[in-house]
């Protein structure tokens, strides 16, 4: 017996017209870029946190310890690293810490060291404790969860073609569970981490080329077994669900169309990562930099919509695909 089957051709979320839509939801809810452009004119202008005067004695310290019970090239080895060391403590700014992972704000000048603005010296103010600098941290990392909850909320509201209007209640419960999915990712990030980095550590004792080799083979393994991971967020924030059922649901839109995700992730972080060094080419005491942080917070947020967009065309690919292989088992 013969039945016929819709003919509508099944079509998987296309690359270029995803990000294209991306960057279109962006220019008509310009006020997206506002969540990456004030944090980055907060790390740009406002005061920074230092660690410098409390830990870089304690550093100098161990390593002139190490450098009187080594030899000369160890010796090398270690003053080499002191300055660089140096340099990163002074780079430091605590401020940088409200742009958390997995779930957060994306920031231009995180991790950049400004030494100067276009207003003139930064206001600096050292930490005094370590007591200070965990509580500073603690706080900071949560406000960064909960505003980075609250702008993939925003983001997730702004692409959904069935929008309902944002209510306190359902807002305040998504910035909940991502804060709590940020903290399960963290977990499963370390499990898988620790381990390999434990066996890599003790090859390296016997043959350095062998544990560079290994290291390879294991950021392999680890982007193979993350990758599924990485619409966990959108669950949450574009389907209300709960941190176990996105983090499953995640895994298996992935797994049903793996090779055009990974080229949407391999496009989205190429254009970020390039566009990136054309806008933190300017010297921070430029007004140029301005343009970069704007083009930046551009950017991110188009790249982070295209994301769920791509997310719920996978969704909606993904179950229509599967309907109709039950179709076809009835037949």
Not at 143 to 170: C, E, M, Q, R, W
Request: proline share 5%; hydrophobic share 50%; with cysteine.
């Amino acid at each position: 017996m013969n039945t016929k089957i819709d003919e509508k051709k099944l079509t998987p979320p296309q690359l270029i017209p995803t990000i294209l839509a991306g960057f279109n939801t962006v220019a008509n809810h310009i006020g997206l870029i506002l969540f990456p452009l004030g944090l980055d004119l907060l790390i740009w202008f406002g005061p920074q946190l230092k660690l410098e005067k409390l830990l870089k004695p304690i550093y100098s310290n161990a390593i002139q310890t190490l450098i009187a019970y080594n030899n000369a090239e160890m010796r090398q080895l270690l003053e080499a690293s002191q300055k660089e060391m140096e340099m990163i403590l002074g780079r430091i700014n605590l401020t940088s810490s409200l742009s958390t992972f997995p779930i957060g704000i994306p920031s231009l000048l995180s991790g950049q060291g400004i030494n100067e603005t276009p207003l003139g010296a930064p206001t600096i103010y050292e930490i005094p404790s370590f007591g200070l600098i965990v509580f500073i941290l603690i706080v900071f990392i949560i406000s960064g969860l909960f505003l980075g909850s609250l702008y993939l909320s925003v983001i997730a509201h702004s692409t959904n073609p069935d929008k309902d209007k944002l209510n306190l209640n359902g807002l305040f419960n998504k910035m909940i569970k991502g804060v709590g999915l940020s903290i399960v990712l963290v977990i499963i990030l370390i499990i898988l981490v620790m381990p390999v980095l434990f066996i890599i550590s003790l090859f390296s004792l016997f043959s350095p080329a062998l544990s560079q080799f290994l290291l390879i083979i294991s950021t392999f393994v680890l982007i193979w077994l993350l990758i599924p991971l990485i619409f966990s967020p959108h669950g949450i924030f574009a389907r209300n669900m709960g941190i176990l059922q996105s983090i499953l649901h995640s895994t298996k839109v992935v797994r049903s169309y793996l090779p055009g995700t990974g080229m949407f992730l391999l496009a989205a972080i190429l254009l970020a990562q390039g566009l990136d060094l054309l806008w933190i080419a300017a010297p921070s005491n430029s007004w140029l930099t301005l343009v970069g942080i704007i083009g930046h917070a551009f950017i991110y947020t188009a790249l982070i919509a295209a994301s769920f967009i791509y997310y719920q065309r996978s969704c909606e690919w993904t179950q229509e695909l599967l309907e109709r292989i039950k179709n076809i088992k009835k037949l």
